[in-house]
């Protein structure tokens, strides 16, 4: 089984900076693409940024020069630093992972339960 939690989330005021972070835990052989998702109320989940094992970053054209993802491999981890919050980022933002469990064998795609930020003054 494999598991991802996200943590990070709450409630900041317009200009303010938040670290979302996503582990992943459990039966993990390789991690491919992770990416960091927002849904907001009523709307489509869409993409934010994503990241490859080698590190090639990919943005939203919302978020380019404000959020940015990394990770930590050796740690399974990954990281959403957001900053200049405003108050279009409020959402429920999901991290996503493509993992391998085994040597041999493909690639599944993971969700994390979902973090809230809230971005009001």
């Known amino acids: 089984q494999v598991q991802l939690v996200e943590s990070g989330g709450g409630l900041v005021q317009p200009g303010g900076s938040l670290r979302l972070s996503c582990a992943a835990s459990?039966?993990?052989?390789?991690?491919?693409?992770m990416g960091w998702y927002s849904q907001a109320p009523g709307k489509q989940r869409e993409l934010v940024a994503t990241?490859?094992?080698?590190?090639?970053?990919n943005y939203a054209d919302s978020v380019k020069g404000r959020f940015t993802i990394s990770r930590d491999n050796a740690k399974n981890t990954m990281y959403l630093q957001m900053n200049s919050l405003k108050p279009e980022d409020t959402a429920v933002y999901y991290c996503?992972?493509?993992?391998?469990?085994?040597?041999?064998?493909?690639?599944?795609?993971?969700w994390g339960q979902g973090t809230q930020v809230t971005v009001s003054a």
């Open positions: 996503q992972a493509d993992i391998r469990g085994s040597l041999i064998g493909p690639h599944y795609r993971y």
């Open positions: 459990g039966s993990i052989f390789s991690i491919n693409l």
């Open positions: 990241i490859t094992s080698g590190g090639s970053t």
